[in-house]
């Protein structure tokens, strides 16, 4: 069976249109809804003692959305940086970012810069926001990385291991999910942490994100504490180790 409370929680954000379309609201007010489900996951995960959670908060192919709902998302990331600075950092989280947030607006990437590095030493929690992030390009860095390595003699072609791509990913020094949520009823990772959750559980629900409350994520983690991670191994394997 998996251990009761996975250590690194990933979560695709998924419905925050569908559930402002249905109530005949901008696609805005979704997405302002959505960070009220930000917060109270946060604080939940923070208070069962998760150690990392990753939220895939917005992706490199959402900059092709309308330009209207991508400034409205930027501004609302700023408000959320600046509104729970002090809640996060009270709680101990540390604040990083996954992605390329060089392709952030000024000013959003400064606050965040500076709220990345006034909690670096904190270490209740780790919150990553994956910010103009996609897996397939955080993938072809680490490559590009070690290709670079290779052609000036550091590293030799044949001994790159899968541990020399994980160190060179985003997410480096942080262990891998050990469950995925998605909301919203939609079954694909949708180009998020592809190298990192070749093992993770999957969890799956209808509700969409801005209706994601406590006992949705109380039921993703049950769900999770009734699976048996086998990582490729026999059940004979398991009860033997």
């Known amino acids: 069976m998996a251990s009761e409370l996975p250590r690194h929680v990933a979560i695709i954000m998924d419905g925050n249109g569908r559930w402002a379309q249905s109530r005949n609201l901008p696609r805005s007010k979704g997405h302002e809804e959505g960070a009220e489900s930000v917060r109270a996951v946060v604080r939940e995960c923070r208070k069962r003692g998760?150690?990392?959670?990753?939220?895939?908060?917005?992706?490199?192919?959402?900059?092709?959305?309308?330009?209207?709902?991508?400034?409205?998302?930027?501004?609302?990331?700023?408000?959320?940086?600046?509104?729970?600075?002090?809640?996060?950092?009270?709680?101990?989280?540390?604040?990083q970012v996954i992605g390329q947030a060089s392709r952030l607006p000024l000013f959003v990437r400064k606050p965040l810069s500076v709220l990345c590095r006034d909690s670096e030493t904190n270490h209740e929690m780790v919150l990553n926001l994956a910010l103009s992030y996609g897996g397939r390009a955080e993938i072809v860095a680490a490559v590009r990385q070690i290709a670079r390595d290779v052609i000036a003699g550091h590293i030799d072609a044949d001994a790159v291991t899968?541990?020399?791509?994980?160190?060179?990913l985003d997410t480096a020094g942080l262990p891998d999910p050990d469950l995925l949520i998605r909301t919203s009823g939609e079954w694909r990772l949708s180009n998020f942490l592809l190298w990192q959750t070749a093992y993770t559980e999957m969890y799956v629900t209808d509700t969409h994100w801005p209706d994601f409350r406590e006992p949705d994520l109380d039921a993703a983690f049950q769900s999770f504490a009734g699976r048996r991670r086998r990582f490729g191994k026999t059940d004979a394997q398991l009860k033997k180790g």
């Open 162 to 168: 899968e541990d020399m791509v994980s160190q060179r």
């Open 50 to 95: 998760v150690e990392v959670l990753t939220l895939y908060s917005f992706s490199t192919e959402n900059w092709n959305r309308p330009p209207e709902e991508v400034s409205a998302l930027m501004s609302l990331l700023k408000r959320y940086v600046l509104q729970e600075r002090n809640e996060l950092m009270d709680q101990g989280i540390r604040i």
